[in-house]
């Protein structure tokens, strides 16, 4: 069965640090991956993803950036966080299915940026 | 205009009682579509796929109005259980969008 691995579950970085968040995804190929950042109390915001390696499509404009360095591996990073960069960040993969694509999440990572 | 969007809620109901809620979608082309539940502070989980001609889970029946671009999760029979909150996901291509959440709360 497939699984995806997310770390670390909670991270408090300074304003001005950098960041690397990590996914890796087992017991599948060629996922399509998915960075997503929900901030308190909102939606789910798309931030990246990617369907090959070295294939990444940014969403929206920011302070992010995200790399696929490996099949079943998705790498968000930051050289400088912001306090606005804050929030509940969610690596999911998914397959097209029979038509039909369907994703999963990995358990998150609660970033706070101080 | 967003992609994808919900009434927010919260729906306050009563154990047993039905509850039915919207979402709405901009994109004509979309493909796929969605519920996913989300716990308190946990990563959002599938609940059921919806398919053109509608279906049931259980006690969850999704329906696809292509027409109005709109899909509906009805729930019947609330459970204390059942309390979250409800994201509506479309897919167009490999992007898959979601809307902000609608919340439930069932009280005993």
């Known amino acids: 069965s497939q699984t995806i691995h997310q770390w670390p579950a909670t991270l408090v970085q300074p304003v001005g640090s950098p960041l690397s968040l990590e996914c890796t995804v087992e017991g599948t190929s060629n996922p399509n991956l998915y960075w997503y950042r929900q901030a308190a109390g909102r939606g789910l915001q798309l931030l990246f993803y990617s369907v090959g390696i070295g294939q990444i499509s940014s969403e929206v404009p920011q302070n992010l950036s995200a790399s696929r360095p490996q099949d079943r591996q998705f790498i968000l990073s930051s050289k400088k966080l912001l306090l606005s960069d804050s929030g509940f960040y969610l690596c999911a993969w998914s397959l097209v299915r029979e038509g039909r694509t369907e994703a999963f999440f990995g358990q998150g990572t609660r970033l706070t940026v101080v | 205009r967003k992609e994808v969007e919900q009434d927010p809620g919260p729906f306050n109901v009563p154990e047993g009682a039905t509850v039915a809620f919207n979402c709405t979608y901009s994109n004509s082309a979309s493909q796929s579509f969605f519920w996913y539940r989300q716990d308190c502070r946990k990563e959002p989980k599938l609940l059921m796929s919806?398919?053109?001609s509608g279906n049931e889970d259980g006690r969850f029946t999704a329906q696809l109005n292509r027409a109005s671009q709109y899909i509906s999760l009805l729930i019947r029979d609330s459970k204390l259980s059942d309390s979250a909150t409800y994201l509506c996901v479309v897919r167009v291509d490999y992007k898959l969008s979601f809307g902000a959440g609608t919340t439930v709360t069932v009280r005993a």
């Open positions: 919806v398919y053109s």
